[in-house]
């Protein structure tokens, strides 16, 4: 039987994958061989696997944190929201359908199998398999058919430790009050809890600890400070995306309502010399930008509608005039472009619509998605990067003869004549030191070495010992016995 552990949160955003991420590199740091898993995760940054697929970018970061490639097992049911009411279902890393919320919520007993499969492989041959949960078990409405929280929980006959967020208040009421309205047996799963993002003198809240112990019967496995280095590592949820002041090199980046794969902007945060503007809907583009960088998308057509709406073109275009540099990624790339044609309708009713036209090319939609780990070169300079294509959609016109990359010994993006516009479809290029000094360099901005990997690396590290410093891992751990 696979030994496990399953973190759970009284509440969405409580820091469960960090928790996770952090947990499993504490064992590793044991010696121990540790897998993560997340039977349902929501979320439109994505992570393309070594297998083949796509998971959650959270899944990705736990398997860094356990010395692993990521593969489709980690996370194999991934839903990508494509609109206010429904989403695209990615089961064992492939597309299985799109659905709304309704129709998800009837079929979604029928993917427990598949998860189970997916969780008894990852855990073959482990001694430890870390399970993240999704939003809270006390929205007992969700009960039936549940595989995200609860319902896996018990499947699997997999242990759960409940962690609540003290920084957003309330917290003795998040975890007494799902202990009141779970039924008996989840209860019963419930082994322990912890506090997360406290803030201040720990030794303040020992009587809350022992209300919650006393009225739930749960074990305290401590509470766990505010981890003031966490933005160091690549972020998951949209709502973790955050402008960050940094050196002179002004990068501003409009948030799209449906910005997908923006782990592009975590290597720019990281940067000492690079600031990073994010600029909400109703606010326009800075004038003082060196460069705008329009992220991925999950649904282009109806992002680029709402980044006229902000009236973000009419600042893009000025940007240009000044001499300022554009990059688009992804989506960001198609909407570059002169059209966009959908006559299958993939993102909604059949369409063409006019792009930014900063670039000669056009994207034809096609329901075939591109799923690929590349390596490439950047053309000016030689340097390698490693990265990543997840898009759908093939892009061509007179601009990609200046293509800028060449992944296998093909031309990958496009490039105005005088160079400022730019587009791929490749996401990670930041996370390569060299390419992204050259890249910031053409700006007339040099920046100083970073290395990005060996910090996220340091700060996983860091992390770890965080918690074995304020979490009781040792007492954690037994409860898997």
Not at 31 to 46: D, E, I, L, T, Y
Not at 235 to 256: F, Q
Not at 414 to 420: E, L
Request: glycine letters at 12%.
């Amino acid at each position: 039987m696979t030994r496990a552990i399953m973190i759970q949160g009284a509440g969405s955003n409580v820091g469960k994958s960090m928790l996770v991420a952090g947990i499993a590199r504490a064992c590793v740091r044991r010696g121990m061989s540790v897998a993560p898993f997340k039977p349902q995760n929501m979320s439109n940054n994505a992570a393309v696997t070594a297998d083949g697929g796509e998971i959650g970018r959270a899944q990705a970061l736990q398997a860094m944190a356990c010395e692993l490639e990521p593969l489709v097992d980690m996370n194999p049911v991934l839903l990508k929201p494509e609109s206010e009411i429904g989403a695209q279902v990615i089961v064992q890393g492939k597309r299985f359908a799109t659905m709304r919320a309704r129709d998800y919520g009837k079929q979604k007993a029928k993917l427990l199998p598949p998860v189970l499969e997916s969780f008894r492989r990852i855990g073959k041959g482990r001694d430890l398999v870390i399970v993240e949960g999704a939003g809270s078990p006390a929205e007992v409405n969700l009960r039936e058919g549940d595989i995200a929280n609860m319902g896996f929980a018990t499947a699997a006959g997999v242990p759960v430790v409940l962690i609540g967020d003290i920084d957003r208040g309330g917290v003795i009421a998040q975890l007494v009050g799902t202990h009141a309205v779970l039924p008996p047996a989840d209860k019963a799963l419930i082994k322990g809890f912890a506090i997360n993002k406290f803030r201040g003198d720990v030794t303040l809240f020992a009587e809350g600890m022992d209300i919650i112990a006393d009225r739930t019967g749960w074990a305290p496995l401590g509470i766990v400070p505010w981890f003031s280095d966490a933005w160091k590592l690549p972020a998951e949820d949209v709502m973790d995306i955050a402008s960050r002041k940094g050196g002179a090199i002004k990068i501003a980046v409009p948030r799209l309502n449906r910005i997908a794969n923006f782990d592009d902007l975590d290597p720019l945060t990281a940067t000492p010399d690079i600031s990073v503007e994010i600029i909400e809907a109703g606010r326009p583009l800075p004038g003082d930008a060196d460069l705008i960088i329009i992220p991925g998308s999950k649904s282009t057509i109806a992002d680029l509608a709402h980044f006229r709406a902000q009236g973000w073109d009419i600042d893009l275009h000025a940007h240009v005039r000044r001499g300022g540099h554009v990059l688009g990624v992804c989506g960001g790339y198609q909407m570059l472009g002169k059209e966009i044609i959908d006559d299958d309708g993939i993102e909604g009713p059949p369409s063409r619509v006019t792009g930014l036209g900063l670039l000669d090319v056009r994207t034809v939609m096609a329901p075939q998605k591109r799923l690929a780990l590349s390596q490439a070169t950047y053309l000016p300079t030689g340097d390698r990067v490693s990265g990543y294509e997840i898009h759908i959609g093939t892009t061509t016109g007179p601009d990609c003869a200046r293509a800028w990359l060449s992944i296998d010994g093909r031309g990958e993006g496009a490039a105005s004549a005088n160079g400022r516009v730019k587009g791929c479809y490749l996401h990670g290029l930041f996370a390569a030191d060299a390419f992204r000094s050259a890249f910031m360099a053409d700006l007339g901005k040099p920046v100083v070495d970073h290395d990005y990997a060996a910090s996220v690396e340091e700060t996983l590290d860091a992390l770890a010992i965080h918690l074995e410093t304020h979490l009781d891992i040792d007492q954690l751990l037994g409860l898997t016995e």
